[in-house]
């Protein structure tokens, strides 16, 4: 890849641009599953409920009510740091970001400035070129604002509502170092982190809005940035802000490369700009407000006192993590290291693994790895809607060689798209009934014409004289073509080594 | 339970809200009436801080202390004069129209608690809340002739004070007698989980007259520049008057002094700046105008719903606050005002309390401090007690042309017995 020549003209120098590097840094929110707001009583479970419900005067920002802090949200908080393996700080301290929105119920946002709750950790996770290290920057915690509601769409509204049901709910901020290297990558981090916010019982990823990713993006020459470090980026860099997918930050991300790498090949210098992730279109565009550095003006919260955190996170016992749970797997059960990643790289994908890997562990795996997994993410259907009762008993069909793995297939097929249609299915036995899909016993060495695999060899032999010549003849891919020719009229039903007994028997006889 | 009916004479425009009768019930102030500052919350009353832009705002819970008063069975007879948010040294700086000094109609209560000073030394109240920031108790009752204590700061609850400067300010009570101070102390204080700064330290104090052996300091800087010579010569006999009853009298010095004035205003109009952001037309007032974006809407609000003082501290405020500026102000307030409280860790080791006038001049004729630098250096003596954290009273001790002058005594950390002691001392020897 070669740059054109300066359209300028007055320097006509020409840029290679073959040995780039994308550099990326992730600001992500998550909300902390807690039962209560981060600085009142308030149920932060309004899912169901209208708006303005879960408000009492202190998430209301009412004059005179003061911010109590939830311990519970801290040691969540504390929970994530250790797990990043970040330094708990001795004492930590909420801080007022003061801007204006009406969102914001006391025209400023109690967060963490210059003490949050922990700093310098990482994550490990599988990156492009195997195993490697994310830098974490920072972890603390804040309040999240309410929610603005523009009645028939933001650019037409007339007016706009305000939801505080929202506001003080408890998020964790996780900030990276610029270690990632590409959109695959950041997505590959986004997972791992989900996966180890869910095992540590402090995050929901279903819950609406539970995440969100602001994105730095910039593409140095190689090594550039190992060099000159952070914050001297000198072919500018974008900042993406409020992506609410995992998806939607791989999209955005490639969409900004390819932005960035066209923009530099065109010779045009890029700026340090705010830009904005348009999920539907899958664009990314220039923030509408003018560039203009926010002052925030963040002092210490006056109404809290410093927290001593240090002696909390001691405290703190985890529980088992990804990679444990995995290297656990393989051991345990005798996963292969990719089903054993695929497995517990989702907490709920883990704990159901477990519930019916008592079968036959590895014969399990590649049921749920493979199986199930794909036609769960073919459907867009969350784990969470399958009943490992009905799934063991489906495995235990196949496994007993009552269905064959095909068989198998299209039961499970039929149950998933009942309970996508319903919420619920039949159970795998009466499904195998309806379907027709058991396997064909044979009984005892008969060849009684009542016996459906005799019968079906027998049909498929005289349909396919030219075959039967062919076999005769001492062609081997005849035979084959044959069974396939009854397994094809059993509908899969009828084991392989039956149905090549029953054909060599009659065939035999009769050649 | 019974039920007390008020008469609506307000002579001196004390109260912004005057109910005409109020439910007492048994306990300590069990038939008391007792008037309440308009920043402290009370539910289903007006509460405007003597602010447009809190007009007609009715609190849907109450303060921490009103509760407590009301289970202490007194009855609200109504939410007294300010200045705007706390905002003042005169309680001129109300939407509501100035409060006139029962001693002298012609003068200034003093502020910002000014509605519940006059409401009290006009005999309207037996007693009342005011709440101080930067002297808000003191200032008016020195200028009314009556007592008025700075509670040390987490002693008693904020939850629903109406938050001026969170970490300078505590709510406490106003009377005409010592005694009654003490009453309402023990009311008052305790241990609230709303309010994160609130110590478990409560006060049950009878108090003691027998000052005999207490080391009294007198700072210089007490009676230094600006200090009115009429009012130190009254401050001094009051101070000899102890002196008689048996204390040791020793002059000492407060160097911070010299930063103290310029260390509380960069902190309460920087916490100002931020805690009154969230008057925006949103929530409170009347209902915005839909025709205007957001922020034509949220600026007019504030342009029209703030009087001028409390713009002129947010904009302090905010500017203190701004990157580039956080330095040299926020971060060296803090560092002076670590100063003072030094200071007073200094000498409260050599001495019990430390003793001086609470205001440096009697009550200002109404209008005459147009300058608000000159309103601000009337502050001076009050000032480190908030910065410090430590209580202080004012009690009356006598009269400078006729006017009421105030003796204010402060004491270490949780030791509100102690100062309140030495007020009692004061006030049975005058009166002997
Ligand atoms: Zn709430």
């Given amino acids: ?511 | 339970m019974a039920t007390l009916t008020f008469t609506r004479d307000d002579r001196y425009n004390a109260f912004i809200t005057m109910l005409d009768n109020a439910e007492t019930g048994p306990g300590k102030l069990s038939g008391i009436g007792i008037a309440i500052k308009d920043n402290i919350s009370t539910r289903g009353i007006q509460t405007t801080c003597a602010s447009r832009i809190l007009e007609g705002y009715l609190p849907p819970y109450d303060a921490h202390v009103v509760t407590l008063v009301k289970k202490a069975g007194a009855g609200i007879v109504g939410k007294t004069n300010m200045d705007e948010f706390g905002m003042g040294t005169t309680t001129e700086n109300s939407a509501f129209g100035p409060t006139k000094n029962p001693a002298d109609t012609s003068r200034v209560p003093g502020g910002s608690s000014g509605g519940s000073a006059a409401a009290v030394a006009s005999g309207m109240v037996r007693m009342a809340l005011g709440t101080d920031t930067g002297g808000s108790i003191r200032c008016p009752a020195a200028f009314c002739g009556i007592v008025g204590h700075k509670p040390t700061y987490g002693r008693v609850s904020r939850y629903g004070l109406v938050a001026y400067a969170n970490s300078l300010e505590q709510i406490g009570p106003m009377a005409r007698t010592v005694s009654d101070i003490s009453l309402l102390m023990e009311v008052l204080t305790g241990y609230d989980p709303r309010d994160s700064t609130s110590v478990n330290c409560p006060y049950a104090h009878i108090p003691d007259p027998d000052i005999r052996g207490l080391k009294i300091g007198v700072p210089e800087e007490y009676f230094g520049e600006g200090v009115d010579p009429r009012v130190a010569s009254v401050v001094w006999d009051g101070i000899s008057l102890l002196e008689r009853k048996g204390a040791d009298i020793i002059t000492c010095r407060m160097p911070s002094m010299a930063y103290a004035l310029a260390a509380y205003y960069v902190t309460c109009t920087s916490e100002a700046s931020s805690n009154l952001a969230r008057f925006d037309g949103v929530r409170y007032g009347p209902p915005a105008d839909t025709r205007q974006t957001w922020h034509e809407s949220f600026q007019e609000r504030r342009r029209d719903g703030f009087g001028t003082e409390v713009k002129r501290r947010i904009m302090l405020g905010t500017f203190a606050l701004s990157s580039g500026y956080y330095g040299k102000y926020y971060a060296k307030a803090q560092a002076a005002r670590q100063q003072v409280r030094n200071d007073f860790l200094r000498l409260f080791r050599e001495v019990d309390v430390i003793a001086g006038p609470t205001m440096p001049t009697v009550a200002f004729r109404i209008g005459e401090k147009t300058d608000p630098l000159s309103m601000y250096l009337s502050d001076i003596l009050t000032v480190p007690a908030n910065l410090a954290g430590i209580p202080a009273i004012s009690v009356p001790c006598g009269t400078s042309e006729g006017l009421p002058v105030g003796l204010q005594i402060m004491g270490p950390h949780f030791r509100d017995e102690r100062v309140i002691d030495v007020a009692y001392a004061f006030e049975q020897g005058v009166s002997r």
């Avoid at chain 1, 929110?29 to 308030?42: A, N, S």
């Avoid at chain 1, 459907?379 to 009552?402: A, C, Q, T, Y």
């Fill in chain 1, 1 to 511: 890849m070669t740059g054109t020549a300066d359209t300028a003209g007055q320097e006509s120098r020409v840029m290679d641009f073959s040995d780039d590097e994308v550099i990326i840094g992730l600001e992500i929110h998550c909300q902390l599953d807690t039962l209560t707001k981060l600085f009142c009583g308030c149920s932060t479970d309004y899912r169901d409920d209208g708006p303005n419900t879960h408000v009492c005067p202190i998430c209301l920002g009412l004059p005179g009510s003061l911010p109590r802090v939830n311990r519970k949200a801290i040691e969540y908080a504390l929970r994530v740091a250790k797990a990043l393996n970040c330094t708990i700080v001795e004492e930590s301290e909420f801080a007022r970001k003061n801007y204006f929105y009406p969102d914001l119920n006391k025209g400023f946002q109690i967060t963490q400035y210059d003490r949050p709750l922990a700093v310098k950790g990482y994550l490990d996770i599988e990156g492009d070129d195997g195993e490697k290290r994310v830098r974490i920057t920072r972890v603390h915690v804040e309040e999240d604002p309410g929610r603005l509601v523009h009645k028939g769409g933001a650019d037409r509204a007339k007016y706009t509502l305000v939801d505080y049901n929202r506001a003080g709910i408890p998020l964790i901020e996780i900030v990276t170092e610029p270690d990632i290297r590409s959109p695959k990558e950041a997505r590959k981090f986004l997972n791992k982190l989900r996966a180890t916010l869910e095992y540590l019982g402090v995050f929901d990823s279903e819950k609406e809005g539970s995440l969100r990713v602001d994105a730095n993006i910039s593409i140095q020459p190689r090594g550039w940035f190992d060099r000159e470090g952070k914050g001297k980026a000198d072919r500018g860099r974008a900042e993406v802000k409020n992506i609410s997918s995992y998806k939607g930050v791989e999209k955005a991300l490639t969409f900004e490369v390819t932005r960035q790498k066209n923009a530099l090949r065109r010779g045009q210098r890029l700026g340090t700009e705010t830009r904005h992730f348009v999920e539907t279109r899958g664009v990314t565009t220039s923030s509408r407000s003018k560039e203009m550095e926010q002052e925030y003006r963040y002092f210490p919260e006056p109404d809290l006192r410093p927290l001593r955190v240090c002696t909390w996170a001691d405290e703190i016992v985890l529980p088992e993590l990804p990679d444990a749970r995995r290297a656990r797997f393989i051991t345990q059960y005798g996963c292969s290291p990719i089903h054993a990643r695929t497995l517990t790289g989702d907490l709920r994908v883990a704990e159901f693994y477990e519930q019916v890997a008592g079968i036959d562990p590895v014969f399990v795996a590649t049921w749920v790895a493979d199986t199930l997994l794909g036609e769960l993410n073919y459907r867009d259907m969350s784990i969470n809607r399958v009943s490992p009762d009905w799934f063991r008993e489906l495995i235990v069909l196949v496994h007993k060689g009552n269905v064959t793995d095909k068989g198998g297939i299209e039961v499970l097929r039929s149950l998933l798209d009942q309970i996508r249609e319903s919420g619920s299915c039949e159970t795998p036995g009466v499904c195998v009934g309806r379907l027709g899909l058991r396997v064909l016993e044979r009984t005892a060495e008969t060849m009684s014409e009542d016996d459906p695999v005799v019968k079906a060899a027998r049909e498929v032999i005289a349909e396919q004289p030219q075959a039967v010549a062919d076999f005769a003849a001492g062609k081997k891919e005849a035979f084959n073509f044959l069974v396939g020719k009854v397994m094809k009229k059993t509908r899969g039903r009828a084991k392989p080594a039956d149905v090549n007994q029953v054909l060599l028997a009659i065939l035999g006889k009769e050649g």
